[in-house]
């Protein structure tokens, strides 16, 4: 069983920067992995917004995440990141890490941000940004 547990939420002023973190427990070296970044608004669907995927570490980001957020992973850490640059009012929703794993490597691709893709998910960790 796999554990993921989110940090780093928090409150900011519009404008500002956080990094979100992502300590899972270490991964099963046999398969590939895929991790995303999720979020959820008050009264909204969950949407995605990056995903990165070994063994090259593709990356994957929705138009809301793009030019603004970066994911990345340190596998010596078993840790995965999502900076969050010029953050938004609209940015303000619950954020949560998901994994899950391949026998075959997969793409990075708009498929990755799709909530069924993902068997493991954390707690999520609350950003608000002010205006």
């Known amino acids: 069983q796999v554990q993921l547990v989110e940090s780093g939420g928090g409150l900011v002023q519009a404008g500002g920067s956080l990094r979100l973190s992502c300590a899972t427990s270490?991964?099963?070296?046999?398969?590939?992995?895929?991790v995303a970044w999720f979020r959820q608004a008050p009264e909204k669907e969950r949407e995605g917004l990056s995903c990165?995927?070994?063994?090259?570490?593709?990356?994957y980001y929705s138009d809301s995440a793009k030019e603004r957020f970066t994911i990345s992973r340190d596998d010596d850490m078993n840790t995965a990141y999502l900076q969050m640059n010029r953050l938004k009012p609209e940015d303000t929703a619950v954020y949560y890490c998901?994994?899950?794993?391949?026998?075959?490597?997969?793409?990075?691709?708009?498929?990755?941000?799709?909530?069924?893709?993902?068997?493991?998910w954390g707690q999520g960790t609350q950003v608000t940004v002010s205006s």
């Open positions: 998901a994994t899950s794993f391949y026998r075959a490597a997969q793409g990075a691709g708009a498929k990755c941000l799709r909530e069924d893709e993902y068997d493991y």
């Open positions: 270490p991964f099963p070296t046999e398969y590939y992995y895929a």
């Open positions: 990165i995927r070994s063994p090259n570490s593709s990356t």
